[in-house]
């Protein structure tokens, strides 16, 4: 994968092999660029309407019942594999609330009802969901236009320089 430079576990997650500090640090100064660029339920729409598709540093999610905060085994599964990928790798942004298609394009916008309880849910989640712990992880709400209680959320995963992470989720 990457040209060499990536591999696969066992457990399908993805290291990063000989990447100089400069070369990691300019994937999370993209990943940080793509997290600013997210502010508002517009932003998203225009990732829906340009197709912009997943890559190294941005990932789309749906949750399982967008009708609920709660985290089911489904949504966690996701959120652990996201957060220890993005760990092991550059660094990256997950957003909750986008549906892809099968080119893994950005296809719809998929709000969830109490987002903000979601949000609180994932953060609560981050505990347990990958081990050792990845620090500094962001996880913002952001409300859709037509509905502020429903909406979407971003989290903002930073590349780990300790130990691999494990997806504690299987």
């Given at each position: 994968l990457d040209g060499g430079r990536c591999r696969l576990?066992?457990?399908m997650q993805v290291s990063l092999l000989a990447v100089s500090p400069s070369e990691r640090q300019a994937g999370m100064d993209q990943a940080n660029?793509?997290?600013d660029a997210i502010t508002d339920a517009t932003a998203l729409a225009r990732l829906v309407d340009e197709r912009v598709q997943e890559n190294l540093y941005l990932e789309f999610k749906t949750k399982k019942d967008s009708r609920t905060p709660e985290l089911d085994k489904s949504d966690?599964?996701?959120f652990s594999r996201a957060l220890s990928g993005?760990?092991?790798s550059d660094g990256g942004v997950l957003v909750w609330g986008?549906?892809?298609d099968r080119h893994e394009r950005a296809r719809a916008t998929k709000p969830i009802a109490q987002v903000v309880e979601f949000a609180a849910r994932l953060k609560k989640s981050m505990l347990n969901a990958v081990q050792p712990m990845v620090d500094g992880?962001?996880?913002e709400a952001i409300p859709d236009s037509l509905d502020p209680s429903s909406g979407f959320v971003r989290c903002l995963v930073p590349r780990s320089d300790k130990?691999?992470?494990k997806s504690t989720r299987l």
């Open positions: 576990d066992r457990d660029a793509i997290f966690s599964f996701q993005f760990a092991n986008v549906e892809t992880i962001v996880i130990t691999d992470r």
